[in-house]
């Protein structure tokens, strides 16, 4: 929209620019012909008929500007009916060839004239007159004077100035585009000719300040051509925006969650060619994932009676009992990896549906969860409101991080903040996490060496699953080390999605 106005003004900058360069450049020429004419009149006159003739023609021109304000084509036919009013007194020589008789035109023939000229042009009743100052002035005096020099020939010295004192002996000549009389701000120049006797007849010339008229229709059609492209390309910008639109929302959300509707496949050919590879991404992600948990279900089934008969030929076969339980535990290890790994990939695969979720409630379950099991869990803070979301996920979530904080520092303190999203955090007193270890412990059955011992266990997946379930909500799980020692894991989840 800015381009396409901006478009419409450089266009309408040159049409003014050159517009105002023909009304100068037809000014100059009018006011050379005109000059001209009566400068070689006046020459052929005597000092005391040349003196008579000038004050005629200021009378002429004041009497003409008492009768209306004249524009356009009236101006311009004003022009052409005034020159047998400038032409000699009463038989002072052969006319031009090109003009009238000499002579006072008879009474009903000027009236007539007079009363055609300065009749007032209709004005729009919608629409007045609009004028662009453009930022250049045109050279009026060097255009003036070259033009007179090569009117009257040699022999004649021509000089144009602004005019700066009032007009005395001058001889008026108004502008051929508007009336003597304009509401528009106006610039005078006195022509001085000096002629060969050393006389010096001056004539002073009015235009309007530098700024060009433009016509209503023009700028009629400017804005109506504005305001048809401005609409159409909206349109079009919104044919194309709004599947892409769509495209990043089903984008994101099966970053979320893998079971989400197919996009629609519309628009231009390539955005529909776009949805279509998008429906194709997700189909396959579908078979994937769904391949894969097949896999590890039939892998978890299977594994069961093996594990199952190691466990009874351990209790049958080994009397020693320390080698007993350290094969016993060893067995568990295997089982709870197994079940942890698909806990992962169920995970992923989850298809729960979203629903108003009571966060203190859910969290005063952990919590009492974990005070049977006799472990010190403390709660902060409260949610101002239910947030929308999967219970389970959101339940398996902060057991995990709770978990994590009572097995590595002894005690856990949850921290509720709400507002414009729900921070959840979960500190704990423990050793910490080395800074370049932060983002590592998120990948799946990664486990740092601490962790690696039998007291503690692990199958290095809680973090993992955490965090999937986080960004299945449109949060984020982050772990930060406190200054006072410990580690906080904070779950943000945000309130509208």
Request: glycine content about 6%; aromatic content about 4%.
């Amino acid at each position: 929209m800015i381009a396409v106005i901006l478009a419409q003004a450089a266009s309408l900058y040159l049409f003014a620019r050159d517009r105002e360069r023909f009304v100068v450049d037809s000014s100059v020429r009018e006011w050379s012909r005109r000059i001209t004419e009566i400068t070689l009149l006046l020459e052929q006159l005597p000092a005391g008929q040349r003196a008579a003739t000038v004050e005629m023609l200021q009378e002429q021109a004041g009497r003409l500007a008492m009768r209306g304000r004249p524009r356009h084509r009236e101006a311009n036919d004003l022009a052409r009916a005034d020159r047998p009013l400038l032409l000699p007194p009463l038989g002072l020589g052969p006319a031009p060839p090109s003009a009238p008789p000499a002579g006072p035109l008879p009474e009903p023939h000027r009236r007539h004239a007079l009363r055609r000229d300065v009749r007032p042009p209709p004005e729009s009743p919608f629409w007045p007159r609009i004028f662009i100052q453009l930022p250049f002035v045109s050279d009026v005096e060097g255009v003036l004077t070259q033009q007179l020099l090569t009117e009257l020939g040699s022999g004649y010295d021509v000089e144009v100035h602004p005019a700066v004192a009032p007009a005395g002996s001058v001889i008026p000549i108004p502008s051929p585009f508007f009336g003597p009389t304009t509401d528009r701000p106006t610039e005078s120049y006195d022509v001085d000719v000096r002629l060969p006797d050393s006389s010096t007849i001056i004539y002073r010339v009015t235009r309007v300040s530098p700024g060009t008229p433009l016509p209503p229709s023009l700028m009629m059609n400017l804005i109506l051509l504005v305001v048809v492209l401005v609409i159409t390309m909206y349109v079009v910008a919104r044919g194309v925006t709004r599947p892409l639109s769509r495209l990043v929302v089903a984008a994101d959300n099966l970053g979320r969650s893998i079971r989400q509707p197919k996009l629609q496949e519309e628009g231009a050919r390539e955005l529909r060619r776009a949805a279509h590879a998008f429906n194709t991404m997700q189909d396959r992600l579908h078979r994937y994932l769904d391949s894969r948990t097949r896999v590890l279900a039939a892998m978890s089934h299977d594994l069961k009676t093996p594990l199952t008969r190691l466990r009874l030929q351990v209790e049958m076969h080994i009397d020693d009992g320390a080698l007993q339980a350290r094969f016993s535990k060893e067995l568990d290890e295997m089982e709870s990896m197994v079940h942890g790994a698909l806990a992962l990939f169920r995970n992923l695969n989850d298809e729960e549906a979203l629903e108003p979720v009571d966060v203190n409630l859910l969290l005063e379950t952990v919590r009492g969860e974990f005070t049977e099991m006799g472990k010190d869990v403390t709660l902060e803070g409260r949610a101002l409101a239910p947030l929308p979301g999967k219970p389970q996920g959101l339940k398996r979530c902060i057991t995990n991080l709770v978990a994590n904080a009572v097995k590595f520092g002894d005690r856990a303190r949850i921290l509720v903040r709400d507002g414009p999203q729900l921070e959840i955090s979960v500190c704990d007193d423990g050793p910490g996490i080395p800074a370049e270890e932060l983002e590592r412990v998120f990948e799946p059955f990664y486990r740092l060496e601490s962790s690696r011992n039998r007291d503690t266990g692990g199958t290095g997946l809680g973090l993992s699953i955490a965090r999937d379930v986080a960004q299945a909500h449109g949060g984020s799980l982050v772990l930060m080390n406190r200054s006072e020692g410990g580690l906080d894991a904070r779950l943000t989840l945000p309130r509208r999605r």
